[in-house]
């Protein structure tokens, strides 16, 4: 019998790190990809459209934790959107057993900051101030 991975046991590394505090999310997401389509349609030919393949499309990967004071990963996203200073890194997504081993990991190559966002300050609710961080990636492959 295979056992299936569950989805709120995962860690995630940014430029090989695993910083206590840079390497805890409340939640991953953004882990997509699909081929992108052309149609050609062919002279004297009213039957069909050809639809040809023209590579793979990523969705932006987002990560989503408890707003830190201070953390190289802010640095890191302050430095691109404030100052435009970019310094792609790789970031790894592993969901872990119970032995806190990898099951599956997923690479992002060359992830760079796009968006940083923080939830609403609601007085009425008793909760965390989250921050969403946006990335954009060249690729991502399944370890």
């Given at each position: 019998?295979?056992?299936?991975?569950?989805?709120?046991?995962?860690?995630?590394?940014?430029?090989?790190?695993?910083?206590?505090?840079?390497?805890?999310?409340?939640?991953?997401?953004?882990?997509?990809?699909?081929?992108?389509?052309?149609?050609?349609?062919?002279?004297?030919?009213?039957?069909?459209?050809?639809?040809?393949?023209?590579?793979?499309?990523?969705?932006?990967?987002?990560?989503?934790?408890?707003?830190?004071?201070?953390?190289?990963?802010?640095?890191?996203?302050?430095?691109?959107?404030?100052?435009?200073?970019?310094?792609?890194?790789?970031?790894?997504?592993?969901?872990l057993d119970e032995a806190h081993e990898p099951i599956l990991t997923w690479?992002?190559?060359?992830?760079?900051?796009?968006?940083?966002?923080?939830?609403?300050?609601?007085?009425?609710?008793?909760?965390?101030?989250?921050?969403?961080?946006?990335l954009a990636y060249r690729k991502f492959r399944k370890v």
């Amino acid at each position: 019998m295979t056992d299936l991975a569950v989805a709120f046991h995962y860690e995630v590394r940014v430029g090989g790190q695993s910083d206590d505090v840079d390497a805890r999310f409340q939640e991953v997401s953004g882990l997509s990809a699909e081929v992108g389509v052309e149609e050609f349609r062919e002279g004297g030919l009213n039957e069909y459209v050809h639809r040809l393949p023209t590579g793979a499309k990523y969705g932006n990967l987002v990560l989503k934790r408890g707003i830190v004071a201070s953390s190289g990963l802010s640095d890191w996203c302050r430095k691109a959107i404030e100052e435009f200073v970019f310094d792609p890194r790789d970031v790894e997504v592993s969901l872990l057993d119970e032995a806190h081993e990898p099951i599956l990991t997923w690479t992002f190559t060359g992830a760079y900051p796009l968006k940083w966002s923080v939830s609403t300050f609601n007085a009425q609710q008793n909760a965390l101030a989250i921050e969403s961080l946006e990335l954009a990636y060249r690729k991502f492959r399944k370890v």
